[in-house]
């Protein structure tokens, strides 16, 4: 993205034409409107940047078929230099040539054709450097299929486009609109442009359309067409007096057969412009984040440093990307409201008018078209005014945060306090501030350009949140993404026919179809290509409905990047949803589910006794919970903030997810029987995101992380080659199956197993460390006990009290299997149930010599209703070889 430099945002507004209500595709499915078509091709025109071209930023959708675009702007233009009527020197009429000729190479390189080349939509800068604007209308239209007007204008078309004339589909189901015009219409148009540059006026302007046109149709029966333009405008002298290197060009641009006009590219290097040529370096684009070229910046900065910060919030506009200023400007704002304000925008699109005609004795009736429905090409320029006072007092530091500063993040940073209470407030609220959102926009920006060097640096900033416009590449930071992305993508063979095609065309079209941006028909082709290439790259696994879901996030947040939104997904997969795509998965999912309902009895085991008594266990709701990871459950905007924590946390977070939900619906859940639950799931309620988000980190919390263990989960990652930094970002949130195992560590149960018993299982391990420290935790670390707080661990020896008495864990207490429990199933009194019963609450550890006894002493508790309750794996002997047993000392 090009920086802003002395560039203004510009706004402006075309109808896409209206499709009729009861025609619809060959699919049975209703026609995509043309304004989501537009907004579909669109995209790609963001990802198109060059220093001659004016950057596309943005494009939304309005009422009745309104799209408003926002892109780099510039007052000046070569229309000014016309009405001044005065012929523009030759050295600048090369230059100007030079740089068109540029813009018009790249875009061809990129399959772009401008058709719409005129002098008000060539600008200059204020250094006087030429900037194509409005050149991706033709692309964006469908070649002008998919609009009222033509796309170009009459004086500036070559003869090809005009004998071609303008020709609109019947057929509305039909893709295929008519022929686009060749690169080589923009040299013609070009052309004309300049002999306009050099004669000091406009030509082919003051006669009737008609006439014109067929002026330039018979321009291919002469041999010398500036000869003849020169003549006819009465500019022939002007003409003769031109050197003779501008006159070979004009001669070159306005060739009337294509076949004999010369491309872009091909008349940079021709020897009519090389005295130009050596005065511009040829345009490299920047290295991306992710390929194989090395990237570099320079990072020098001045001894003193605060002579740099000086005036830095008004140099914010000068260094940063359109897009970053855009934001902030959207921030708080309506595009569209603005527009309405310049009176761009008529409000008269909802009203009933009276078509025109004419009646049998010539009488005219009815009203006139509406021609606010036609082009406009007036460009609004977006105020910056306001956004210059907002951001006029924020510190020039903020500009450069010091990112080895350890408390460079907001919670605990150096930044303002008005930025620290801020970072307190609800997410949607710091989304929609602009100081908040410029710092973590800026401090994001410049985490990901040191990436992967500063990876942990990003996990912990993303911690606090993460700022919408830099999401795609922040979860590719955090799912571990590196390398030359697109080659390894490009190397899939996405278009040989698959038996798995026609479920994938099938998915798409019912795939969160709300989104706009999905539901073109750009978003079909690239949902299609991206999950086709996961298909073939995965040959041991299968395409299951589910899949599209999945891959929606990753797709809309990388949309014009199609390599990391399959990089995204096939690290995302291994992580959270390891063999969920086998082709017989129901051994995985059913050991998923049953973890599942463990850490429902763990953490809230009121409801799951409720809900395993009325007999409405997972396998009826949670499997789409946990096949698409909620992206079946929610929309994308929550997807994206439900996300944002969960790629934070390890393969164990989903479960809190899961549980959390429940936990907002736990009223209604415990009012209902079995078929209200069904039908309270069949649609789900609204559920609060950020509620979610916050008691799923609190259960997080209080889990350990042994108890979510699974044997068909990601078996552990080869250690880091010579000691290299792990690409775990950190311990929190590591999986338990990554960690080194030992003879302390839990060991496999199967499947017919563990579904007998009700609460958890952790592993010796876990309860050393639960006995040292608070727990393990997602957003705060952990720190160890003092004597003044109260312990969070109870552990309980349900052994006789021989074999307690001959070593036992140091602080547990001793209530034997046999005798805990009376005839109707309440706890028996004594010293130490009442101990049992004052650690209600906190994390009970069940120990026994016995498996069976554990679980079934635990599923005793849940019944009576204690919360995290769990067993330890393995039992009392795992813990003998660890020397932790103590003896109680003889009493004399």
């Known amino acids: 993205m090009l920086p802003l430099k002395d560039a203004e945002i510009g706004a402006f507004t075309f109808f896409a034409s209206a499709l009729p209500h009861d025609v619809c595709g060959s699919n049975g499915l209703p026609l995509t409107p043309n304004s989501i078509k537009i907004l579909g091709r669109f995209q790609i025109l963001k990802a198109v940047t060059h220093p001659r071209l004016c950057q596309y930023i943005d494009i939304t959708r309005g009422k009745h078929e309104r799209l408003v675009v ?114 080589k219409s923009d040299v013609w148009s070009l052309g004309i442009i300049l002999f306009e540059l050099c004669v000091g006026r406009k030509v082919l302007q003051n006669i009737d359309l008609s006439e014109r046109l067929k002026f330039i149709i018979t321009l291919g029966c002469v041999d010398d067409i500036v000869t003849v333009l020169a003549e006819e405008h009465g500019c022939h002298d002007t003409i003769k007096e031109l050197p003779e290197n501008i006159i070979a060009l004009l001669r070159k641009c306005l060739s009337f057969q294509p076949s004999q006009r010369p491309t872009a590219a091909a008349l940079l290097h021709d020897s009519v412009l090389s005295t130009v040529s050596p005065l511009h370096k040829p345009y490299q684009r920047p290295a991306s984040l992710f390929s194989s070229s090395l990237r570099c910046a320079d990072l020098t900065l001045p001894e003193d440093i605060s002579e740099l910060c000086k005036g830095l919030p008004s140099k914010f506009f000068f260094f940063k990307s359109l897009a970053s200023v855009h934001v902030c400007v959207c921030v708080g704002g309506n595009l569209e409201i603005e527009i309405l304000m310049k009176k761009i925008i008529s409000c008269r699109g909802g009203t009933l008018c009276i078509v025109n005609f004419l009646l049998e004795d010539g009488e005219s009736f009815g009203q006139g078209r509406d021609r606010s429905f036609l082009l406009d090409h007036t460009t609004v320029t977006l105020s910056l005014c306001q956004l210059r006072n907002r951001l006029k007092d924020v510190a020039g530091e903020t500009f450069y945060p010091l990112l080895e500063d350890d408390q460079s993040s907001l919670p605990q940073s150096s930044s303002s306090n008005e930025l620290s209470a801020a970072a307190a407030l609800p997410l949607i609220i710091r989304e ?21 060097y500063k990876k942990n640096q990003v996990w912990k900033e993303a911690r606090v949140d993460v700022p919408p416009p830099v999401r795609g590449l922040t979860w590719a930071a955090l799912l571990g993404v590196e390398g030359d992305i697109q080659a390894r993508y490009d190397a899939i063979d996405k278009d040989t026919p698959i038996p798995t095609d026609r479920q994938i065309e099938v998915d798409i079209p019912r795939c969160h179809q709300y989104d706009e941006l999905l539901s073109s028909p750009e978003g079909h082709t690239k949902f299609r290509r991206v999950l086709k290439a996961w298909v073939v790259s995965h040959p041991n696994l299968v395409y299951w409905q589910g899949l599209d879901s999945l891959c929606a996030p990753f797709l809309y947040l990388n949309f014009n990047n199609e390599a990391l939104a399959y990089a995204c997904m096939s690290a995302f997969i291994p992580k959270y949803l390891y063999n969920f795509f ?46 698409t990871m909620f992206t079946h459950v929610f929309p994308l905007h929550k997807i994206f903030h439900l996300w944002d924590t969960l790629l934070l946390g390890n393969s164990s977070f989903p479960f809190c997810i899961g549980v959390a939900i429940l936990q907002q619906l736990r009223d209604r859940l415990l009012a209902n029987g079995f078929n209200e639950c069904i039908l309270l799931f069949s649609d789900l309620p609204e559920v609060d995101i950020e509620r979610c988000v916050r008691e799923s980190i609190n259960l997080f919390c209080w889990t350990p992380k042994s108890a979510t263990y699974r044997q068909h989960g990601q078996p552990p990652k080869p250690a880091p080659e010579n000691g290299g930094v792990s690409r775990t970002a950190s311990y929190y949130s590591a999986d338990y199956q990554d960690m080194p195992k030992t003879d302390l560590s839990r060991e496999a149960v199967k499947l017919i197993e563990l579904k007998t018993e009700v609460t958890p299982r952790i592993s010796a391990e876990d309860l050393i460390d639960l006995c040292e420290l608070t727990g393990p935790c997602l957003y705060k670390t952990p720190t160890k006990k003092t004597k003044s707080s109260k312990p969070k661990l109870l552990v309980v020896d349900i052994r006789n009290s021989e074999d307690f008495n001959r070593g036992h864990i140091s602080g547990s207490i001793n209530i034997p299997y046999s005798l805990a429990f009376g005839a109707d199933g309440d706890l028996v009194q004594c010293a130490a149930t009442t101990t049992l019963q004052s650690f209600k609450g906190r994390v009970i550890v069940i120990v026994g010599l016995v498996m069976k006894n554990a679980a079934s002493f635990a599923a005793h508790l849940v019944k009576l209703g204690y919360p995290r309750v769990c067993i330890l794996d393995g039992g009392i002997n795992k813990m003998k070889p660890t020397g932790l047993l103590t003896v109680p000392s003889p009493q004399i």
């Open 432 to 452: 929609r501030d602009t100081e908040y959102q410029l710092h973590r926009i800026i401090l994001f920006d410049r985490l990901l350009k040191a990436y992967p």
């Open 582 to 627: 086998l082709k017989d998965n129901s051994h995985v999912i059913q050991e998923y589910l049953t973890v599942f309902s463990q850490m429902i009895a763990f953490h809230d085991p009121e409801l799951s006794n409720h809900l395993n008594e009325i007999g409405f266990i997972p396998d009826l709701y949670a499997i789409p919970w946990f096949l």
């Open 70 to 183: 926002v892109a780099e702007h510039y007052e000046n233009s070569l229309e000014e230099l016309l009405k001044e009527g005065n012929p523009v020197s030759c050295a600048k009429i090369l230059h100007i040539a030079y740089e068109a000729l540029e813009g018009l190479e790249y875009m061809n390189k990129h399959g772009l054709v401008h058709r719409a080349l005129s002098p008000q939509n060539i600008l200059m800068d204020r250094e006087g450097h030429i900037k194509l604007a409005k050149f991706g209308l033709y692309h964006m239209t469908a070649h002008g299929a998919d609009v009222d007007f033509p796309i170009g204008y009459p004086s500036y078309l070559a003869p090809e486009v005009i004998a071609q004339g303008i020709r609109k589909p019947t057929d509305h189901s039909q893709s295929e609109k008519c022929l686009p015009s060749g690169p």
